[in-house]
Each structure stands twice: as C-alpha cells, then as structure tokens.
C-alpha cells in the first residue's frame, strides 16, 4: 500500500484534480477545533495536506474526537497508537462507522483509504466539516470550541393545524395557480381577420 509508484495519464490527470479541492485554511480551522475539543493532548500536525494526513492516519486522534462528542456511552470504547497497518485501517474504520451512526450521512463519509493512503484528503475534509456541523447542531453540552467555525443544520419546522384550518385552507385558490376571477374575452382582438382576395 504504502509502495504505489507516481501516477501517470489519467489517473495523475484524476488525482491532480481531487488534490485541487484540499483547502489549506479549512486544514487550519479542523486542526484548530480538534486541539479545542479533544484537548493539547492530540498535539498539532505538521502543516500543509500530508502532516494533516500523518496526524490523522493512525486513527488515535479521529478516535479521541469522536468519543468526545459524546456525555457518555463513548463509542470506541480502546483504542491505542499501532504502527500496524492492518490496526490503524481498523482504527480508521471504527471512526468511520462511530461517525455515521452519530448522524453524518453516507455520502459525507470518506473511505479508509483516502486518508489511509492520502488519495482523497478533501473528502476527509468535508467527513470532518460535517461532523462538526453536526455537533454545533446537537447543542447538547459536548461541542467545544467557536460554534462559528461550522454551520447549524437545517431543524425541522413542524407545524399541527386544526382541522378546521385545513379545511378552510381547501377553499382557497393559491397565488401561484393564478386567478380568473373576472376575466374574458369580452373586448380583446386579435388582429385583423385574415383577407382573401380574389384576383380573376
């Protein structure tokens, strides 16, 4: 794993592009929110993309996030630095599934390998931003840091109507299906009729 050769072609032509979507300040605004929530303890990376991946990869720290987001009933119950890669994978894979089922979709959820093997680290990126959107949402105590660095999640806006409400909501017309109260074609022309001419 750790021995892939330089792409070539396509797939450097791929990689180049998903490189392009690693954003440097959203690094600096992750690295800061982990240090806040996990504690000095998790120490910093090394900047740019790869010490942010080398930080990561072993699973130690996305472990001691995710466990901090909870009050108790901490998700990874061990977990402990291996220079295995088959453990730290593991590691990673327990994070991955910790973080779904603490709400993040499917589809924000990055692979093993993309950070495992550096082939995707921006879409480690958006796992983490929507994590923390996630935990500013919750508001349930655990979340630390500045809550402006994520987003709040849309909340559904539940609404009960009466039924005498629905029923009166039946009689009215909506503005987007228009009205024709009052119209007609009383009065409109259309042009002249058309002329047919007879020529002998």
């Known amino acids: 794993m750790s021995n892939v050769g330089p792409s070539f072609g396509l797939s450097r032509e791929v990689q180049s592009k998903i490189d392009k979507k ?11 929110w982990i240090v806040a929530q996990c504690g000095s303890e998790v120490g910093r990376p090394e900047p740019a993309k790869a010490g942010f991946q080398n930080w990561l990869k072993n699973g130690c720290v996305l472990s001691e996030l995710i466990n901090s987001l909870y009050a108790s009933n901490k998700p990874i119950k061990t977990f402990k630095a291996s220079s295995m890669v ?24 990055f692979q093993t390998v993309d950070l495992f093997e550096g082939k995707d680290m921006a879409a ?6 929507a ?12 979340y630390k ?10 909340q559904e806006n539940r609404r009960d109507f009466s039924e005498e409400q629905l029923t009166e909501g039946k009689n009215v017309i909506g503005l987007q ?3 024709n109260k009052g ?3 009383a009065g ?8 047919i001419i007879n020529n002998p």
């Open 22 to 32: 690693y954003d440097p300040e959203l690094e600096e605004r992750l690295v800061e």
């Open 86 to 109: 088959f453990k730290q994978m593991e590691q990673i894979s327990m994070f991955l599934k910790a973080a779904e089922n603490y709400g993040v979709t499917k589809t924000d959820i």
């Open 124 to 129: 480690v990126q958006r796992t983490l931003m």
């Open 131 to 142: 994590l923390g959107n996630l935990a500013v949402t919750k508001d349930d105590g655990c």
């Open 145 to 154: 840091g500045n809550p402006n660095w994520f987003h709040r999640k849309a």
């Open 177 to 179: 299906m228009g009205t």
């Open 183 to 185: 119209a007609s074609q």
């Open 188 to 195: 409109m022309s259309y042009g002249r009729p058309r002329q």
